[in-house]
């Protein structure tokens, strides 16, 4: 590509590279929150370095990040970004000792009513300390402002942004990192805890990862893992280039590098806005956020709201104990596919005293739904609590479920992987819940 394709006309913002990836102090980050703070950034950068505060009609914000004008979950964004305090070493040098450390918000922000034809205003700051290096960055990555358009998960978001950032810098690594910073950065939340690896790699890193290679051609993250021992405590990432010269159109694509410490990046995506209601909407049923941000993303909205519509419905009427299991046991099997608009009556409640079987079916599915949602609670609760026990604790439980398995494979592989297995670690996990008095209770709802 060439380079003065890169223009101003191409929405290209000039995000600071120590502001990619960035480990949160406190607060929580979320794709939708970072995909504003891109999308305000680059409008702060279109206003200038003299400028205190920046301002924008909201409903630009709103039709830029969202298919459904939601103010109040615009204002939940505003609130993540305000109260998740971030620290970043910025330097123009290679030196440690010459790194500059910083600490503040995300931005501040206020919402101004609209008033005698002027539209309602949002307007943003950002701390005194780290504006100029937001706004006129000297080392920095350029991005499509619908870099993350089409990622569905906060890992996959930052990774695609630290691929831009080292794909033309010498030997193509990036930073080398403790294992629990990158997992700080890659959730956008502070860690409560040591991370156990084989977690954080099963349900983060190899999911963001297989996205960011999936969704781009400009280049493929190759995973490194530094060892001190049998123990994995650093990682690091390889930037390899793709060759594009036979790409599609359709595909990404990245610039040449504009100068000295200029990382050029661009993905020639078509930007689908997320509907914010609904996403909303899904987490209101009790959907974690990861799951809620995949179906609003990737599903067919008219869909995951017929089903919404559908599970509410039951709400109303006292059917549905465990919302979020029921709603997935709806979509799954498309219960609410009948109707016209999301409307809230299904087939089956048209005509309820004509099918007392269908109504007898329903209740069943709706009681083994409980029971399985009260289990997976249980297990994940299971869980956590053995992995703050003591190492003796640990150990003794582990060797008592060995000594339950019959088959000899199964022993050597549980002798030998342990909870590296993840059969049989989910197996080990299932077997502890048994074992508890909640599981019987569990059984019976």
């Avoid at 830029?64 to 505003?78: M, Q």
């Avoid at 040098?93 to 500059?100: R, W």
């Avoid at 999911?207 to 290679?213: D, F, H, M």
């Avoid at 359709?250 to 509907?275: F, Q, V």
């Amino acid at each position: 590509m060439r380079q003065e394709e890169l223009t101003e006309d191409k929405e290209l913002v000039r995000k600071a590279n120590p502001a990619i990836a960035i480990r949160p102090t406190s607060g929580k980050l979320t794709l939708v929150s970072r995909r504003i703070y891109n999308l305000l950034l680059y409008h702060a950068q279109q206003q200038g370095k003299d400028c205190d505060e920046y301002t924008l009609p909201l409903a630009q914000v709103v039709g830029n990040v969202s298919s459904s004008e939601n103010t109040e979950a615009i204002k939940k964004r505003l609130r993540e970004m305000a109260s998740t305090t971030i620290e970043w070493n910025s330097s123009t040098t290679d030196d440690l000792a010459d790194q500059e450390w910083n600490i503040a918000s995300l931005l501040a922000a206020k919402i101004t009513p609209a008033r005698k034809g002027r539209p309602m205003m949002l307007t943003w700051s950002y701390a005194p300390s780290v504006r100029r290096e937001l706004i006129e960055p000297k080392q920095y990555t350029r991005l499509l402002l619908q870099l993350t358009s089409r990622m569905t998960l906060y890992s996959a978001a930052v990774l695609l942004e630290i691929g831009f950032q080292y794909m033309s810098s010498p030997g193509q690594l990036t930073m080398r990192q403790p294992v629990d910073w990158w997992a700080a950065v890659l959730r956008g939340q502070p860690l409560s805890r040591p991370v156990d690896y084989r977690f954080f790699k099963r349900d983060t890193l190899t999911p963001g990862l297989r996205e960011v290679n999936e969704v781009q051609s400009e280049f493929e993250l190759d995973l490194i893992e530094h060892r001190h021992g049998r123990k994995i405590v650093d990682l690091q990432f390889r930037v390899i280039r793709r060759r594009t010269d036979t790409a599609a159109a359709s595909t990404t694509k990245a610039a040449d590098p504009a100068t000295d410490t200029h990382s050029a990046g661009t993905t020639e995506m078509l930007s689908r806005p997320l509907n914010l209601e609904l996403l909303e909407s899904l987490i209101s049923l009790g959907l974690n956020e990861n799951d809620a941000d995949m179906l609003a993303s990737r599903e067919d909205s008219e869909r995951v709201a017929r089903a919404v519509t559908y599970v509410r419905s039951k709400q109303a009427r006292g059917r549905v104990e465990s919302p979020a299991a029921y709603f997935q046991h709806v979509f799954r099997h498309g219960y609410a596919e009948d109707q016209p608009d999301a409307a809230p009556t299904t087939a089956v409640d048209a005509k309820p005293d004509t099918s007392e079987a269908a109504q007898q079916v329903i209740s069943q599915v709706e009681r083994e739904e409980r029971r399985r949602s009260h289990e997976r609670q249980l297990i994940d609760e299971i869980r956590a609590s053995f992995e703050s026990s003591p190492e003796e604790a640990r150990s003794m439980l582990i060797h008592a479920f060995g000594k339950t398995l019959r088959a000899q494979r199964e022993r050597q592989t549980w002798d030998s992987l342990g909870l590296s297995s993840r059969p049989l670690s989910a197996r080990f996990f299932w077997w502890m819940a048994t074992q508890d008095s909640r599981w019987k209770a569990a059984q019976t709802t």
